[in-house]
């Protein structure tokens, strides 16, 4: 049959069957994002953290679906390149007293291609967050367990669920307190502390090799673990 130009060396034919050419799809997908990050990653020489990641997704997130895993809870919020939501571990891991809840990421095919027209400026903002997501490592700096890949539906990133809050909110409880000695006595000793977290995580990101830029640094972005004052951002 007739055929399209699909990429670089690549060449898509309209005869395939409807199975065969999703299952092409999925695997020019891989390829064009997860395939190559791995790939870089190995040869770079992955610390101890990534390669168990690479190891968890060979095993599970590039062969099973996230709904084997994990339930969805409720929806978070909504951005350019997906959405973020709640989702909830079906098994309790070892040390666990019940079900582990988790943020995860979803990126959507579609917001990378338009249908069978490709962008590589996407493909590389999804390799580029992927990549980062998984070499960063620090305590002030929400980590990633794994990913999933679905072939319709997308990239899912699961990763530590922070439910405390924004910074933004925080600093709007503390415009509610009417006396200025009540906000200084109250939130004084908690709002340096975030903001040292804040600023050990920009050192972090800014040492790195080469360095790395957040972009969209503001109070709605610095996410607290918990609602509990001692709570790490």
């Given amino acids: 049959g007739r055929g399209i130009p699909w990429g670089s060396g690549c060449f898509?034919?309209?005869?395939?069957?409807p199975a065969a050419r999703r299952?092409?799809?999925?695997?020019?997908?891989?390829?064009?994002?997860?395939?190559?990050?791995?790939?870089?990653?190995?040869?770079?020489g992955t610390p101890q953290r990534v390669d168990s990641l690479l190891r968890l997704y060979q095993v599970r997130g590039s062969r099973r679906s996230i709904s084997d895993f994990y339930e969805f809870v409720q929806?978070?919020?909504?951005?350019?390149?997906?959405?973020?939501?709640?989702?909830?571990?079906?098994?309790?891991?070892?040390?666990?007293r019940g079900p582990e809840e988790v943020a995860v990421k979803h990126i959507k095919w579609v917001q990378v291609w338009h249908g069978f027209w490709r962008d590589p400026e996407q493909e590389e903002t999804v390799r580029r967050e992927l990549k980062m997501m998984m070499v960063l490592d620090n305590p002030?700096?929400?980590?990633?367990?794994e990913w999933f890949e679905d072939p319709v539906r997308g990239i899912y990133f699961v990763m530590?669920?922070?439910?405390?809050?924004?910074?933004?909110?925080?600093?709007?409880?503390?415009?509610e307190v009417a006396s200025r000695e009540e906000r200084f006595k109250t939130y004084e000793e908690r709002l340096r502390r975030n903001f040292r977290e804040v600023s050990f995580a920009l050192q972090y990101l800014h040492g790195m090799d080469p360095p790395i830029a957040h972009c969209d640094l503001k109070p709605e972005n610095v996410l607290?673990?918990?609602?509990?004052p001692h709570s790490a951002c």
């Fill in 160 to 175: 530590e669920l922070c439910d405390g809050g924004s910074l933004q909110d925080l600093l709007e409880r503390v415009c």
């Fill in 140 to 145: 002030f700096i929400v980590r990633v367990h």
């Fill in 224 to 228: 607290l673990r918990t609602a509990d």
């Fill in 23 to 44: 299952f092409a799809l999925r695997r020019s997908r891989q390829e064009a994002v997860t395939g190559r990050v791995c790939r870089d990653l190995r040869r770079a």
């Fill in 75 to 96: 929806e978070l919020g909504t951005g350019a390149y997906g959405s973020v939501s709640k989702y909830r571990s079906l098994h309790t891991a070892k040390g666990k």
């Fill in 12 to 17: 898509c034919c309209f005869s395939l069957r």
